[in-house]
């Protein structure tokens, strides 16, 4: 196995017992219960010819890319690097007989693995989800064939999109010891975003990147896609060599 | 097997380690003093690569840790500072990453446990842990890949009296056994005495002495006192030969040794003068200790 991939298996350990973990399940079920409620308590039906699936997982998209995902973010990124910070880790880490950068990258990809984990989940709960509303309301019908391809194309794009704020949580949550910092950066880019969206360029906001990437209208969804996740690979590129090399 | 060569190095303006220069020789255990905050942390972790020094040269096994890294690091197991565990984790998880990072064997976790005598709380989480069995489990970390070098950062800090007996015992063995490198911290050099060969004596950021703990002991300044008869008339007799003065009707010389003891006898019972008394202090390596650290000292 490469010094790589054994790094990422230690990073997977380290995250045993904690409550990171969980929310990689709590988080997206929590999207879902929300959702499922609100169309069990609606009091007629929704229309036949409108596809139930994409107005069901529209508002599951929207409420986790424009708050669940930001939150969870901030906080599983955070804990991540707080294993290092409050142990004294780094003097551990840092003689391992391996290429500094490879502790980073380590971390930002355990970071994108449990992103990826929740955002599948999201997909797979989305369809159970829809099933339950479907069994249980008394006139909503979700239709027997599930459009897949649209729906793992939105899920696929707004994880793609995410990408700028996972970098930009890795690094905060690197440079900051403290736990407190990485987690008003989520909160408060996420209450900025409520603002952003009435500004010019607000689309380009990096928390209302992986909203846009599937609403964004003229074009706005093709930019905000490339923005968020070109931008997020170059920045955790960027931060992988500068802090590498800051750090040895 | 570490050399270090006008090595220096600054916190921001401040200078934390000023020209340092010493050498560890291969299978000695090598006794790193000076009082708290002397630079024996910052010195260690320029040695393990953890901070790059602004000038001079550290060498390890005669190579350069910037082009050899991977090669230094895993023959090197090292302790810095408190021991850096995850609590939330059980002591064999602990190893168990250690264990896949330096590519070691699937028994050796459970064999360094029991030679630090934790292997009954393999599965118990760190976070239960005393201070005794946390440092424990760190040595047991730093000697998980068989190093060729060990290098330990006060790790007798917050034992009890029996532990670091024990831990004595334990370097000693291990040395022996196995034949390693050691190099050991501590601000207190008396408790290292019983175990090191070698010693450096570090105080605000300058190397005050390196060399053999028989070089060391050699410095030391011992006292002789003389009890004679007619103590002041002997006094003006002795004075042009040796630092002295009257201390409660004995003779003192400040500095003195065995060479100097019998030439004053020769000297004093020539001039007929009875000799009741000959003493020599035993040396003491604290107060040779103290002595090279005081601030003022710049160069010994
Ligand atoms: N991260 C740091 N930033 C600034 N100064 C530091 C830092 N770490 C240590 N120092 C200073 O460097 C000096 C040497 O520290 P250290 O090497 O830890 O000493 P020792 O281990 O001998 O007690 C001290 O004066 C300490 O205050
Ligand atoms: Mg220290």
Redo the contacts between chains.
């Keep these: 196995m490469s010094d790589l991939l ?2 990422i ?2 990073e997977l ?2 995250l ?3 409550l990171a973990l969980w929310m990689v399940v709590i988080a997206p079920a929590f999207v879902i219960l929300l959702q499922t409620l609100i169309w069990l308590n609606l009091k007629e039906g929704l229309g036949f010819d409108a596809d139930l699936w994409l107005m069901y997982s529209s508002n599951i998209l929207s409420i986790w890319s424009l708050f669940m995902f930001p939150m969870f973010t901030a906080l599983v990124v955070a804990l991540i690097y707080q ?1 290092e910070h409050t ?6 880490t ?6 500094g950068w490879m502790v980073l990258a380590a971390k930002q990809f355990s970071a994108l693995i449990l992103l990826t984990l929740s955002s599948a989940l999201l997909l797979v709960f989305t369809i159970a989800g829809g099933w339950i509303t479907g069994y249980f309301h008394p006139v909503i019908e979700m239709p027997e064939v599930i459009p897949w391809g649209e729906l793992l194309l939105r899920s696929g794009k707004i994880w793609a999109a995410s990408l700028l704020v996972l970098a930009i949580q890795n690094w905060v949550s690197l440079r900051w010891t403290s736990l407190s910092v990485p987690i008003g950066t989520g909160i408060g880019g996420t209450f900025v975003a409520l603002f952003a969206t009435s500004w010019k360029y607000g689309y380009l906001y990096p928390w209302l990147l992986p909203l846009n990437s599937i609403y964004g209208t003229d074009g706005k969804d093709q930019t905000a896609l490339l923005t968020g996740a070109a931008g997020g690979l170059i920045l955790m590129l960027i931060m992988t060599w500068r802090e590498s090399t800051r750090r ?1 | 097997m570490i050399t270090l060569d006008h090595v220096s190095f600054s916190y921001g303006k401040t200078t934390v380690v000023r020209d340092a220069g010493f050498h560890v020789p291969d299978r000695s255990i090598f006794g790193f003093a000076g009082p708290n905050g002397a630079g024996k942390t910052t010195t260690l ?1 320029l040695i ?3 901070l ?1 020094p602004d000038s001079g040269e550290i060498l390890i096994r005669n190579r350069n840790l910037a082009g050899h ?6 023959k ?1 197991g ?1 302790l ?3 021991p ?6 059980t002591a064999g ?1 602990n190893l ?3 264990r ?4 070691v064997e699937k028994f050796r976790p459970d064999q360094v446990l029991s030679q630090t005598g934790i292997l009954a709380a393999k599965n118990k989480k760190v976070r239960e842990f005393s201070l005794g069995m946390k440092q424990r489990l760190g040595i047991a ?1 730093a000697l998980l890949h068989s190093p060729e070098l060990l290098i330990l950062d006060e790790p007798i800090n917050g034992l009890d009296p029996g532990g670091i007996l024990e831990f004595r015992e334990f370097l000693k063995n291990l040395v022996n056994r196995e034949g390693i490198t050691v190099l050991i911290s501590s601000h207190i050099l008396s408790e290292l005495e019983l175990v090191i060969s070698h010693a450096g004596i570090i105080s605000d950021g300058e190397i005050r002495f390196h060399g053999t703990m028989e070089e060391l002991r050699g410095k030391s300044l011992s006292r002789l006192f003389f009890d004679v008869s007619d103590p002041e008339k002997a006094l003006s007799l002795i004075s042009p030969v040796a630092d002295c003065r009257l201390d409660g009707g004995r003779i003192e010389i400040r500095e003195g040794n065995r060479d100097l003891t019998a030439r004053l006898i020769h000297l004093l019972s020539a001039a007929g003068y009875d000799i009741y008394q000959a003493v020599q202090e035993q040396p003491n390596l604290e107060s040779v200790f103290h002595e090279l650290t005081r601030k003022e000292v710049r160069h010994v």
């Design positions: 054994i790094l298996s230690c350990i380290k045993r017992r904690n294993y142990t004294g880790g780094w003097l551990r840092g003689t391992y007989p391996v290429a040895s | 972790k393990l690569g953890l790059k890294r991977k090669e230094i690091l895993s090197t090292a810095i500072e408190t850096s565990l995850y609590p939330h984790l998880e168990e990453i250690a896949r990072v330096y590519r970390l």
